[in-house]
């Protein structure tokens, strides 16, 4: 009995050995297991939070990237938008230049021009006219026989300028009116005033006044040289006439010779008054246009 039981005693002391044997391989496993998975899991974090700084890293250097390339477009288009710029610029500037010269040598042209028709006035003829006035109207004084003098070539360039305006120029020409005509009417005009108001023609110094009193309404009137479309109306006979650019000039020339030589007489230093005229001329229109 007692044997039984030590037997029995021995095989359960067995099996409890084995038991903790068991007990003990299964919590080294599972330290193992928990080192092991700590170890992954510490792996894990540090591939996770490498691949986090790499992404970062990227990200970062996208956005330099991305940085670098808008600056070096907008440095670009800058450098694009100043040689741009200073293109037109160049070209402007040249084109200006052009400009001036051109407009320089019309204007000079047209100087040349106006003495050329003043050149071309038959002096002899006006001082015979405006002597056939004094006769015909005795008692008149200067400044009526310069209005006289003044609606006479009114009625002669409207008349001019109404057959140009409607027939072409070459048919023009053949009923005996031109641009010359107009030109010569337009400086026809000075010459009778002056002789109106009792000064000599056949003299240098006539031409030179004739032509200062045209630059100095041409001057002031240098869009109506290419063509109004707009008419002005002119006092005529108590009332008054409608009509265009080249009437409209003689009658601007007309009052300015007769102003001019009105100041003539009360004159002490030959040439002061002419002299006086023209610096007012450029003093007052700058631009010497026509």
Sequence with gaps: MSNFHRQQSGHHTSKNKNILSLSKTLQELGETLSEVSSQISEDMVSEVTGLKRNIIRSVKSATEFGQDVAKSAIDRGKAAQQETRQFFGDKLEQNQESLRKKLEENQTAKEAAARVH????????????????????????????????????????????????????????????????????QAEIIFQIAAAYGFELQTPESKDEAFAIIDRVLRANRLARIGLSATQMIPFAGGFIRTGSDTYLVYQIGNTAQQFYKSLIEEEVPGEILEAFIQETQRRYKQRLW
Aim: hydrophobic share 45%; proline share 4%; no cysteine.
């Design 118 to 185: 003043i050149e071309q006035i038959n002096l002899d003829e006006i001082e015979t006219f405006v002597a056939h006035l004094w006769k015909k109207f005795p008692k008149a004084n200067p400044e009526q026989i310069a209005q006289r003098l003044l609606r006479r070539q009114l009625l002669r360039v409207s008349r001019t300028s109404a057959v140009m305006s409607v027939v072409p120029d070459k048919m023009a020409e053949s009923v005996g009116v031109d641009y010359v005509e107009i030109a010569l009417i």
